[in-house]
């Protein structure tokens, strides 16, 4: 375990006092116009501005300086897990989110229908678009097949995208993509990146054989690439580390196949902020600590559009009195990375954070934006940080040392 | 030796300048009022907001974000050491702090007079907190027993509490505490956390078996209960790392211990500031570097007084004219850790602290406060750095590479 953990396992108790973590996904942007102002500090915020003047700002640093994290280390770093010393394959993690039951030493990698002209070079890595319908139809063809004593599970996510699952003895996960990530250019054969994933290689170069046989009249989806080759990891948990109760609420997949791999329980919860809200309110008395994700702010910004963002900002803004009517001892408001709309991505950009219990020494800071953020007491941290001070906060740490 | 002590043993040099570290224990605080302003910028302090001006303060981390260090690692880590790799049991840090003459391979433990009920279970862990004197009778019950070799030796501290030391050849000190830390429960067996300190384990058990028949007509101190087994640490010294002289001046015994476990002399001194600023005078051609130590605001922090705390502050601001009197070339002002009256107790929130020179880039700081020193030019720093910047202020460090 990474010492960082290590300490969180030795100094951690269980108390009565809640945490609640917000994570407004990309919530770091950039300004679009002369106002100078981010998505964040253009919104009109007056209850996370209330919450900053009582509480602590900074800015957080998830894998470093310079480095854009993909949602997975994102999150990570806000549980306290450092990103660099803890990585989860893709599709591990897209498997987890369909609360896929991965077994120890199964194989995951996600998959796209695409396109194949009749060269078989790539001309739509996402065959249309084809519809969550369609998909799951074609899935069915694929589902099931057994290759040298190895069971291949495909089942589908949502319009082109598919998860396959390869079960058996003996299989490793040092794979390279078949997906090439480019059009105009053929799939490629699944290469081992260390000998001993060499014979996995071989099997999953012949499901994709099969998988162009039984697809070759089903255009514009005659043809699946594979990515993110991955075994499920052995983390050690939230119970374990910080003695707490978890759950997460999160209506994409994703947020909660990650929420899972440390441990959390997934809540049941419906697709808007009112439900995830509900589900909060539902369940508080449960747990001591709770992962509520906001997605909308991210899509927002990966579609580049600013007002979005900001008015997606503001509806988390409006939403905060039922969060804060539940009194949790500590409550963050921060992002997993930063989505600018000026770059319709992600972003190695650091991101606003704020902390908020009784116990904070007052930052002077009246408007919670990257900014003031800038100047806050938090100043510029690790976001693995971020647990063991929320930990602190909830007096749920003992102290160090005689 | 950890790396960072070997760059200063690699690169500190001998020199006439003189060093002040003044400790005020549990600096740090929290507002307790709409002020918003903590203990130490409550307080009127027109000394050190000039030395302030003129100095450069920040906020020093010991543990790491969100951690309480205790007062072994607060100071540890004032000293340069890095907390993490630098640990002291309590058993050997209450026996140094008496003057008591540890060996090599002696185990040292801390020890409270408690109370048994009649079902032997433990109904007071302090024994009603029985007199000093009364705790030196009883003391000299217990001292001198020898158990298959091993002479036991035990001292009076100060009411309830002792320090028992096993001496003799082949002792172990990876012993669980006797000291279940609850009511109601009688006391635990020590036990071994490693089989090779087995024959330790009985060895102290069968001591206690005799404490308590010694003890068993004295009711409320009817027994004693062990904690913090442990041995003298063999930490490299402060002359070996930093070259320099040392003294410590602190008038509670557990600061004067650490200062030993580091090397420094410890100089007899009175109960009140005006001792210790005495005994630094008339020592102060002795030694190139000064530990002061004062205790008042930590207790006051402890006991919930804000206002106490306030003029603990202030009475130590009145005072620094002796000590800059003295002329140091370098007086660094700043506490082990922070205990805002708000909490009392230890926190993790960083500790305020200023470092005054003749060679410190103005900061433009006003005011020596939490607020003021969470945008000076220390930033946010480990506390273990603050040696090498004082060695670099005093002309104590070569040059590193050519």
Chains 1, 2 share one sequence.
């Not at 039951?101 to 065959?127: E, H, M, T, V, W």
């Not at 040092?174 to 290469?191: F, M």
Request: proline share 6%; aromatic share 6%.
């Amino acid at each position: 375990m990474q010492n960082g953990l290590n300490l969180m396992k030795d100094l951690s108790i269980q108390s009565s006092t809640k945490i609640v973590l917000l994570v407004v996904d990309g919530l770091g942007g950039l300004p679009v116009d002369d106002s100078r102002k981010t998505e964040l500090e253009t919104a009109n915020t007056p209850n996370m501005d209330r919450l900053a003047f009582d509480g602590n700002c900074g800015l957080l640093q998830t894998v470093g300086i310079g480095i854009t994290p993909g949602s997975a280390p994102g999150h990570l770093g806000l549980f306290g897990y450092d990103p660099l010393s803890f990585v989860i394959g893709r599709g591990v993690l897209e498997a987890l989110g369909m609360d896929f039951d991965l077994k120890p030493g199964d194989i995951a990698a996600r998959g796209n229908f695409c396109s194949l002209d009749a060269q078989g070079l790539i001309s739509d890595r996402r065959a249309g678009r084809i519809s969550t319908e369609e998909g799951k139809k074609l899935c069915s063809l694929l589902d099931g097949m057994e290759i040298d004593g190895i069971k291949v599970i495909v089942q589908p996510v949502k319009e082109h995208r598919l998860v396959a699952v390869f079960r058996g003895a003996g299989l490793d996960d040092e794979l390279a993509d078949s997906d090439p990530q480019l059009l105009g250019v053929p799939p490629k054969a699944v290469a081992p990146l260390d000998p001993k994933a060499a014979h996995t290689a071989r099997i999953v170069n012949q499901f994709l054989a099969q998988v162009r046989e039984r697809l070759s009249s089903h255009h514009p989806a005659n043809m699946v690439l594979l990515r993110g080759f991955s075994k499920r990891p052995d983390f050690p948990g939230f119970e374990d580390v910080y003695k707490l109760k978890s759950a997460a609420i999160a209506s994409y997949p994703m947020y909660r196949g990650l929420a899972k791999v440390v441990g959390m329980d997934v809540l049941k919860t419906g697709p808007h902020l009112s439900d995830e809200l509900a589900t909060l309110e539902q369940n508080y008395s449960r747990f001591d600590y709770f992962f509520l994700h906001v997605k909308g702010a991210d899509a927002a910004g990966e579609d580049g559009d600013f007002k979005r963002k900001v008015s997606v900002i503001e509806e988390v803004d409006r939403a905060l009195p039922r969060i804060l009517g539940l009194k949790p001892d500590v409550l963050i408001i921060t992002g997993d990375h930063s989505t600018p709309a000026a770059m319709s991505a992600h972003s190695w950009h650091p991101v606003p954070c704020l902390l908020y219990s009784k116990y904070c020494r007052p930052d002077g800071i009246s408007k919670f934006g990257e900014s003031q953020c800038r100047t806050g007491s938090l100043g510029q941290m690790p976001a693995s940080s971020l647990m063991p001070l929320a930990m602190a906060h909830a007096f749920k740490l003992t102290k160090f040392g005689a």
